[in-house]
């Protein structure tokens, strides 16, 4: 009895507390609608993945094949160069990626000259652009008569011009730097976010002592940071099998395609345009289970080095 008094109280407490905050509820119903019809309900989908389906049975009608689609995956050379690329493309975004954020946003941009403060705010600002400009204007610059060839010629590094995008083993550089050079700008306005909650008495106890400034960025930012860039680091690994699909789309042709083509697109590809959904399913459920196992692993590092889970 004791227990369902106690049992209604509670609910009759959060009945009222619900109330209370209904216009902060109101705000966030529009963000639960979205992940229940975009996230969960799509997840019946997958089912697929173990059917043979195609545009004229439905998810219920398609017969039943088990893991035979996921096995003709293991068998698929063409998916694995897809791998390799999305790899090598990854731990090089990797590589250069996640420290230029932290090296730009520790870098005080207000002691530097206006033409270095130009070019990070002007960097800053591409990450609010989307692929289809920044890769336009790279098709541009990399072109036979583009900037790039250009320089280089006006240097004497190169005789003649030629398409730089063409060149199937530059691909990889291409695609990773220039995803750095274009992404940078997020990261950055996070861990600035951030620095911007720090105490600036910290400082200036640290200055009064004698400590350089690099000394402070070492003992006081860097530390007081540490949380955000774990956090970002265990979203980057997560994430190694995940290349930017708008990207490859844009940048990728018929010359440079075996080192282009990385799993979103290859999936894509099977997918919408040659209609194997069940196989594209497959595919895209592996590369989530593996996806959410790095998750964990990365995870479980960043709690071994930190002495507490990030996540």
């Known amino acids: 009895m004791k227990k369902e008094k106690s049992l209604q109280k509670r609910i009759r407490q959060w009945i009222k507390e619900y109330i209370k905050q209904f216009p902060l509820q109101l705000m966030v119903l529009p963000g639960i609608l979205f992940m229940i019809i975009f996230s969960y309900i799509p997840i019946y989908g997958l089912s697929i993945a173990f059917k043979n389906y195609t545009v004229v049975s439905t998810m219920r009608s398609a017969a039943w094949v088990g893991f035979e689609n996921f096995e ?16 090598a493309i990854s731990f090089l975004k990797l590589l250069f990626g996640f420290v230029t954020p932290i090296l730009l946003a520790v870098y005080d941009i207000t002691e530097v000259g206006r033409a270095v403060q130009r070019i990070v705010q002007t960097n800053l600002s591409l990450a609010f652009l989307s692929w289809i400009v920044l890769g336009g204007m790279l098709i541009s610059w990399m072109s036979t008569n583009g900037m790039f060839n250009q320089i280089l010629m006006g240097l004497g590094i190169i005789k003649e011009g030629k398409n730089i995008l063409l060149d199937a083993d530059k691909y990889w550089w291409i695609a990773s730097l220039s995803d750095v050079w274009k992404e940078a700008g997020w990261g950055t306005i996070l861990y600035l976010a ?13 200055r009064i002592d004698g400590a350089s400034r690099f000394r402070q960025i070492i003992s006081i930012t860097i530390p007081l940071i540490k949380t955000i860039i774990c956090l970002n680091f265990i979203l980057t690994i997560s994430g190694l099998l995940n290349s930017n699909l708008d990207q490859t789309l844009v940048l990728m042709n018929t010359q440079n395609q075996e080192t282009a083509e990385v799993i979103n697109s290859y999936v894509y590809r099977m997918g919408l345009a040659q209609g194997d959904f069940s ?4 595919a895209g459920l592996g590369v989530s289970i593996v996806s959410v196992v790095l998750l964990v692993l990365a995870n479980l590092l960043t709690k071994k080095l930190n002495d507490r889970s990030v996540l």
């Open 72 to 87: 003709i995956i293991l068998k698929d050379r063409y998916f694995w160069d897809s791998v390799t690329n999305t790899l």
């Open 194 to 206: 951030t620095m911007a909650g720090i105490d600036p008495t910290y400082y200036e106890a640290a």
């Open 279 to 282: 196989y594209a399913t497959a």
